[in-house]
């Protein structure tokens, strides 16, 4: 079996060993990764300092929550990168996925920040035209941003060949899925004007992730797909160190509960139940 070769990074002292693995898989995205982790820490002071809500939420939450969802979604892929061989990190798709993800994170990043700052809504914000385009570039951009998942799985399903069957099994399927679920929820949420689904308007929700606990949220089924791209990969990794003969109809079995997981999440949702009732 071959492995999959990576380019020589020198030793930093500085750096701990994930983050120079993180750098020598694609420097890139691992360092666009980064600086959204340490924006949101930044974001997270004003979230504790500064008391102003919009619609019962902090006006900083939903800063800090995309800057975190983007930032792992950027530190992923990059690792993903460095699981195949140097020509096809170079080769076109490889390029689009990387620049994709920055130039639409960018994009929506700084727009979600900049009116949590100015304490306006970013999502169905339909206010003025401006607001009105905003929301539309950022739904364009939200998808183009999944979509990159559709080509870096393309690239480990075919050159992915120092991977254990199974393995590269949970990433293609897990990057897949992040696209087929998380844009459907994404869409239903649009679909639906809001994420909200009964309870009591403005009723704080859950810490951090703000999901109601007293109606519906499609936001549990929508974190469920888009986060397929962690979690798949991560069961795939134990099945394969824990039962490697039978590691690859579980990654299967795994996949599908998954997917019922978030249909039955969505199907929740709808119902105007919430996930955690306080």
């Not at 003025?128 to 998808?143: D, E, I």
């Amino acid at each position: 079996m071959t492995t999959t070769t990576l380019d020589p990074l020198p030793q930093d002292p500085a750096h701990g060993p994930l983050l120079q693995a993180l750098r020598r898989r694609d420097r890139t995205l691992a360092e666009f990764g980064l600086i959204l982790l340490v924006l949101a820490a930044v974001l997270g002071v004003a979230w504790a300092i500064d008391p102003r809500q919009l619609h019962g939420e902090d006006v900083w939450a939903k800063p800090v929550k995309f800057l975190l969802s983007v930032g792992l979604f950027a530190l992923t892929s990059a690792w993903f990168a460095g699981l195949l061989p140097e020509a096809r990190r170079r080769a076109a798709p490889m390029r689009l996925v990387r620049w994709t993800i920055i130039a639409t994170g960018v994009f929506e990043l700084s727009y979600i920040t900049l009116q949590g700052a100015l304490g306006q809504a970013s999502h169905f914000n339909n206010s003025t035209p401006f607001h009105m385009v905003m929301y539309s570039l950022m739904g364009v951009g939200a998808l183009a941003l999944t979509a990159t998942t559709l080509p870096l799985a393309r690239e480990i399903a075919r050159h992915g060949a120092g991977l254990a069957p199974a393995l590269r099994l949970a990433i293609v399927l897990g990057l897949g899925l992040t696209f087929v679920l998380g844009v459907a929820a994404g869409v239903a949420i649009a679909a639906h004007g809001g994420h909200g689904v009964g309870g009591i308007p403005d009723h704080p929700g859950l810490p951090l992730l703000g999901w109601s606990t007293t109606g519906g949220d499609l936001r549990v089924a929508h974190f469920l797909g888009i986060h397929a791209q962690q979690l798949l990969p991560l069961a795939g990794a134990v099945l394969v160190a824990a039962w490697p003969r039978r590691a690859r109809p579980a990654v299967w079995l795994v996949s599908a509960l998954y997917v019922l997981l978030t249909v039955a999440a969505f199907a929740q949702a709808m119902m105007g139940r919430p996930l955690i009732g306080l």
